[in-house]
């Protein structure tokens, strides 16, 4: 690599030298003025507007970035990334309003300058991993994430529940992520190349179906599945969901479930397609039986994550068994193995960013205000916070998939691209699974509004500055219910994936 090439390539990588920038910036500023933490958020939400920008301008480039030998690129600079990384950016944005909003970071405020560099280590993670076009980049890449988000889940030292959380997560993400690196090192061992595009020109002309290569990729699987929460890699979810603090449960439940599906799509889209037929669908190496893997792997998400859902009384866990059964009806929309099938997915992650942010910030000022997460303590609490109340039950009927709310164009697109797949059983146990989700988000409007009020909270009056925030997450909701063409439009145009 000569240096003009290596300055081109510099040019490509502005949103994450930006992060990276403005994760120095905040480290110098809270070593020097340690007494003044009020400008992080500012700093913060500078830093990630400023990355907007440069993402923004980078649509259309689709380019690859730092090569090594013969067309063996580190990075893909393409749509597709550049999709991920707005739905990123975004979730970033609304989780540092989150940060400024939430009791729990607030009694931290010491730790303010930690916490908003370590946020910014988990962009730089997910940003890379996105783009990555190599096994070791992608190693690397999760590593960095799940590195700043064990510490940011057991962020509040004081609370047991916390450190708890902070505790399994790095356990089970130290065993998911040692699974992963031996199964990529098999790779290597087999193919000579951790680059997925060359692995990919090598598996034309080299039959790799033994059990050896088999479990490899069924190793690296894992290791991805750990980050997206599909079972059987699913455990950690609850826990740390229910013990990390709010806007860290929001944020691994958006942004980090989001870096981990772009990297599987990109993960099985380069390395296994062998060619694309007349109407979109994509022909995979026949190594392992793809599609049914991850039905199978779908299906049970879904179904264990609605089931368990149903028996929760808190709220953070109970979101975080609905998150496990969302990724369920996400990697359905991947099993579909097609452009179309892509689109839904895309589509979904727009959608799910407002109403899942959405329902846990809702979550998170009702906890300041009532000190709990638990199902019971919201009776009643429909006619003492009335705004608060209303926008979560919008959240919930959205997360449920019905109309007039963006949830239902979400599942609707999902829908449509299994029906044409003719994978129509698939499609009813899915919707199902949506009747079946239907029970525990009801159960929470119950006790809003038809069940005794609490006497400890019939007098709250919130007074709360934050409800143009939630309002800003509402209306998406409402809008991209009746009026949806921008998401797909944005959606079918960041198809384009580099490196097949």
Known sequence: ????NFLSDIDLIYPEIILVSTLIVILLYDLIFTKNKRLLPFFSLSGIFIATLFTILNFGKNEFAFGYGSNNYLLSIDDFS????????????????????SNEIKICIDRHGEYYTLLFGMMAGMFFLVSANDLIVIY???????????????FVK??????EASLKYVIYGGVSSGIMIFGMSLIYGMTGSTNLAEINSILKVTALSDITFLTSILMV??????????????????????GAPIPITAYLSVASKAAGFAVLIRFIKIMFLSGITNNEYWVLFPIIDWRSLLVIFSIITMTLGNLSALWQDNLKRMLAYSSIAHAGYILLGLAVLSNQGLTAVLIYFII?????LGAFLVLMLIANEINSEDIDDYKGLGYSLPFLSAMLSIFLISLVGLPPTAGFIAKLYLFIALVDA??????????????????????VLKNLYLSKPNERYIKIKNTSLSYPLVFILGTPVFVFGLYFTPITDLAKYSLKILGI
């Open 1 to 4: 690599m000569n240096i003009n």
């Open 82 to 101: 550049n999709f991920f990384k707005l739905i990123i950016l975004i979730s970033s944005f609304i989780i540092i309003h989150f940060s400024i909003l």
């Open 140 to 154: 690397v890449s999760i590593e960095i994430l799940s590195l700043s988000s064990y510490v940011l889940a057991g």
């Open 158 to 163: 004081t609370s047991l529940r916390n450190s």
């Open 221 to 242: 699987l894992a290791g991805i599945g750990f980050k997206i929460s599909i079972v059987p890699f699913h455990f950690w979810t609850p826990d740390v969901y229910e």
């Open 352 to 356: 799910y960013l407002f109403m899942n």
């Open 422 to 443: 003719k994978m129509i059983v698939v499609a009813v146990i899915a919707l199902l699974n949506t009747v079946l989700s239907l029970y525990y988000y009801i159960r």
